[in-house]
């Protein structure tokens, strides 16, 4: 009985996978912690956007209560309070999501 390629070679393709896998650990590990820190940046700036959209959308509401009058956008898709606080919300769970991303993974 003579052995297949495949079962001669196997050995030899876990240990090239090992031996790439040690030199590219320091590069992800790298990787992983300049993505969480971009994470909290682009959480803390989407705070006052998010704020930004909410106060658009109570002034756009105000128009249709009657107590403000002339916002900027007059037609179109923005020009609804609810769109504004659709918008708003979503910003929000988005900073959300990424501030918890941008927490260091416990162990």
Same mark, same amino acid.
């Given at each position: 009985?003579t052995p297949r390629?495949?079962?001669?070679?196997?050995? &030899?393709? /876990? *240990?090239? &996978?090992?031996?790439?896998? $040690?030199?590219?650990?320091?590069?992800? %590990?790298?990787?992983?912690?300049?993505?969480?820190?971009?994470?909290?940046?682009?959480?803390? @700036?989407?705070?006052? @956007? @998010?704020?930004?959209?909410?106060?658009?959308?109570?002034? *756009?509401?105000?128009? /249709?209560?009657?107590?403000t009058q002339d916002?900027?956008?007059?037609?179109?898709?923005?020009?609804?309070?609810?769109?504004? $606080?659709?918008? @708003?919300?979503?910003?929000? $769970?988005?900073?959300?999501?990424? %501030?918890?991303?941008?927490?260091?993974?416990?162990?």
């Amino acid at each position: 009985m003579t052995p297949r390629i495949a079962e001669a070679t196997h050995p &030899a393709w /876990d *240990r090239t &996978a090992t031996v790439i896998a $040690m030199r590219l650990q320091p590069a992800i %590990e790298r990787s992983a912690v300049l993505s969480r820190e971009v994470a909290g940046v682009v959480a803390f @700036a989407l705070r006052p @956007a @998010a704020l930004l959209a909410l106060a658009l959308g109570v002034w *756009r509401l105000g128009i /249709d209560i009657g107590w403000t009058q002339d916002f900027f956008i007059s037609g179109g898709l923005l020009s609804h309070w609810q769109v504004w $606080m659709m918008l @708003a919300l979503c910003v929000q $769970m988005t900073a959300a999501f990424l %501030e918890r991303a941008s927490r260091p993974a416990k162990e």
